[in-house]
């Protein structure tokens, strides 16, 4: 079982910047690939980014395609997200999740950090 921690979130004027942090604890995260998430109250999940358990393939969504990077700190069980050129149509509670190796879905969650841009 893995357990999933997001932090990093908070306010942030338009054109600033977050790194958001998805900590795993109970399993590591090695051979596990990793998706941040979002979700706007009411709407669905947006899948924002992922990356692959060795750290070599990445895909971002075309909204925030170079603005923002996915990266992993294996040896810190880590997942890391960082936001550059906040909008405000980035504001939404952000999620990490983990797949386990042939996994079709993700089979962990975090619990969510909120990120708010301000105009």
């Known amino acids: 079982q893995v357990q999933l921690v997001e932090s990093g979130g908070g306010l942030v004027q338009s054109g600033g910047s977050l790194r958001l942090s ?6 590591a995260l090695d051979y596990h690939s990793v998706g941040w998430f979002r979700q706007i109250p ?3 999940y ?32 880590t997942v890391y997200l960082q936001m550059n050129s906040l909008k405000p149509e980035d504001t939404a509670v952000y999620y990490c999740a983990a797949r386990r190796p042939g996994s079709s879905e ?14």
Do not use: L, M, P
């Not at 070599?56 to 069980?77: E, P, Q």
């Open 22 to 27: 998805c900590e795993a604890s109970g399993q």
């Open 106 to 119: 993700y089979d962990y969650w975090g619990q969510g950090t909120q990120v708010t841009v301000s105009s």
């Open 42 to 44: 009411g709407k669905e």
């Open 46 to 77: 947006e899948g924002v980014s992922c990356i692959s358990a060795s750290g070599g393939n990445t895909n971002y969504a075309d909204s925030v395609k170079g603005r923002f990077t996915i990266s992993r700190d294996n040896a810190k069980n």
